[in-house]
């Protein structure tokens, strides 16, 4: 196999089809004028250009553009069938999967409950979640060229075992990338949750920009995502971030509850002892994202009862920077992103108290701001992986070998 070196034609026309199909994804169908002059290319070669990712089934006309009277210009677009990649969401409960194609459309979903409970069961169950997003997307399973699995846990790279994840059965079996990839038959990702959150939300969300940020997420579980250098950290075990797990003051430790008991971070502020905070304040939820928006609303009613539901808050955000400046006061992020369904529920209102109470206990003053992310994140940021990696080999196929 010959290989391309810096200077020679083939590396060059590589460069130049990859800036414009980068062109056409952020840009939609352009005409080859239009081409040429993004990619500096003259007529001629924006022509021999187009010639060739046609050709490699890369792009296809998507029509004509009116212009001046008599004159028309074709317009290209990326083919969407160029490849296609699956995500799936795996919590205790469900797997939710999606299917895109190249351009990032997603085209078609599926859900099933109950993620596996033996390591066969698993595979089995990835598939069967896989095979009916690809149902509903018309494309056949065998199609599919990568999968990026979004899980509340972290694969240990030296172990090829899933940590951090005793509430999520059937999953903690030996080389677990290994059995996914040979049981699905397709390259397979095993990413922690809140990570990839942390990535949709640098991709298209309000950290767009920081190379230095710390994601936290709030629910019934809590748990953050660290941006340094504008490289995700996943530490050496694949547990960085697992702030549910860190010691916090005013909550019990693991020697004293038992590691299996609720303990640390997670005791002092995840959603079941947010419930039960809000509940002493006359505030009632059958969620932890349903009692923070109660009080919300009660605080802001008027009523008699508002004092007490804002006291509520404020309890709740105390809890939260507590832990929170723990992370900052190592990391010192340029920004703290608030997402999962309790941070988001309390909106502004609880995303200003927290700011207050951490800023009033770490030198390191970083704005908080909540995700602009829509959806389920966590599949926006798995479809983003998987994309990133799909999209370098197929852009990279009109190279000759």
């Not at 790279?157 to 030996?174: F, M, S, V």
């Not at 105390?318 to 920004?335: E, F, N």
Request: charge should be neutral.
């Amino acid at each position: 196999m010959s290989q391309s070196t810096p200077g020679t034609p083939s590396l060059l026309r590589a460069i130049n089809d990859r800036a414009a199909l980068q062109a056409l994804l952020e840009r939609g169908p352009l005409t080859r004028p239009e081409i040429g002059t993004i990619t500096g290319l003259s007529k001629p070669t924006a022509s021999q250009l187009l010639a060739r990712l046609q050709e490699a089934g890369l792009v296809v006309l998507d029509g004509i553009r009116e212009g001046l009277p008599g004159r028309t210009a074709e317009l290209y677009r990326i083919n969407p069938e160029a490849a296609h990649v699956a995500a799936l969401d795996v919590t205790p409960s469900r797997i939710e999967a999606a299917v895109a194609d190249i351009t990032g459309a997603v085209a078609g979903r599926h859900r099933l409950a109950t993620p596996g409970r033996a390591g066969g069961d698993v595979v089995h169950r990835v598939r069967e979640a896989i095979e009916g997003a690809c149902a509903a997307a018309s494309v056949p399973a065998s199609a599919l060229r990568r999968a990026v699995i979004g899980i509340q846990g972290a694969i240990d790279p030296a172990t090829g075992r899933l940590g951090y994840a005793a509430h999520i059965p059937g999953w903690h079996i030996a080389d677990l990338l290994g059995t996914l990839r040979e049981g699905l038959g397709v390259p397979v990702d095993v990413e922690n949750d809140v990570n990839l959150v942390a990535l949709a939300e640098q991709a298209r969300g309000v950290a767009r920009g920081h190379s230095d940020f710390v994601l936290l997420w709030a629910d019934e579980g809590i748990g953050s995502a660290l941006v340094l250098g504008g490289r995700l950290h996943r530490g050496a075990t694949g547990g960085a971030g697992e702030v549910g797990y860190m010691p916090a003051v005013g909550a019990p430790t693991a020697r004293e509850a038992g590691r299996r008991a609720e303990h640390g971070f997670q005791a002092l502020a995840g959603g079941p002892t947010v419930r039960s905070i809000l509940r002493s304040y006359g505030v009632r939820g059958a969620t932890p994202a349903a009692a923070v928006q109660n009080a919300i609303n009660t605080a802001e009613s008027g009523r008699p009862a508002a004092a007490r539901a804002a006291d509520g808050l404020r309890e709740v955000a105390r809890r939260l920077a507590t832990g929170l400046a723990s992370v900052c006061a190592v990391v010192d992020p340029a920004l703290v992103v608030l997402t999962g369904g309790m941070l988001i529920a309390g909106g502004d209102a609880l995303r200003d108290l927290v700011e207050q109470e951490l800023h009033a206990l770490t030198l390191p003053r970083p704005p908080l701001r909540l995700s602009t992310v829509e959806g389920n994140p966590v599949l926006t940021g798995a479809l983003d992986l998987a994309l990133d990696t799909v999209r370098s080999e197929v852009f990279g196929s009109t190279i000759p070998s």
